[in-house]
């Protein structure tokens, strides 16, 4: 994809600042809004364990929780909160609200 995401805006984050915290690589899955806003279906990075999910995604968009501040977030499959620490997580996936039945 030539550095580019699928909307074709250029991908500048590679590598979330940790400081001296050791790094990990996360894959990060956007859903249905979160993609459109982020603009990535999924994305691997390199970030500190002690750095929490609000952390992350606030780093690629600072207006995210404005533009979707109902949006849940998971830890390798299950429901976590924005503030804890990714730890030993190896896929963070970004659930915005789900309506319709």
């Not at 600042?17 to 990075?45: P, Y």
């Not at 968009?61 to 909160?81: N, T």
């Amino acid at each position: 994809m030539n550095g580019q995401d699928r909307d074709g805006r250029k991908k500048e984050l590679s590598k979330i600042d940790m400081g001296s915290d050791s790094s990990q690589k996360l894959k990060i899955v956007a859903f249905a809004q979160a993609r459109s806003v982020l603009g990535f279906d999924e994305k691997v990075l390199s970030v500190g364990r002690s750095q929490s999910p609000r952390e992350i995604v606030l780093a690629m968009e600072p207006l995210f929780f404005e533009k979707i501040p109902a949006a849940r977030v998971a830890l390798d499959c299950r429901y976590a909160s924005w503030d804890q620490p990714i730890e030993e997580a190896q896929e963070m996936a970004i659930i915005p609200p789900v309506s319709g039945g």
